[in-house]
């Protein structure tokens, strides 16, 4: 089974597509208008789990949004200085 590409986070250490990070910044295009700059703003602390690494090592997240109209997205790409790697939250085992 070929291996997912892969790619370094803030601290050297290897991340592929499913595992946690934390978003330590983004860079922002200087057009981009003020209430998708708001929702990729609020992503800057957020963990969420990779989506994909591309051919240039850019780890792509995804974060969903409840909206008064719905639901919607915001997907950015991370660059290794961007994002560091984080262990998942465990999930509480069930009460006997």
Avoid: F, N
């Avoid at 070929?2 to 983004?26: C, E, F, N, W, Y």
Wanted: with cysteine; hydrophobic share 45%; glycine share 6%.
């Amino acid at each position: 089974m070929p291996s997912l590409p892969s790619t370094l986070d803030a601290k050297g250490i290897a991340v592929q597509a499913g595992d946690s990070i934390r978003i330590l910044a983004v860079t922002l295009p200087p057009d981009m208008d003020d209430d998708d700059r708001d929702m990729i703003d609020y992503m800057i602390g957020s963990v969420c789990e990779i989506d994909k690494v591309d051919t240039e090592g850019l780890a792509w997240v995804t974060m969903w949004w409840s909206c008064t109209d719905g639901v919607a997205t915001s997907t950015v790409a991370l660059s290794p200085q961007q994002m560091e790697k984080v262990e998942p939250v465990a999930a509480h085992p069930r009460a006997a």
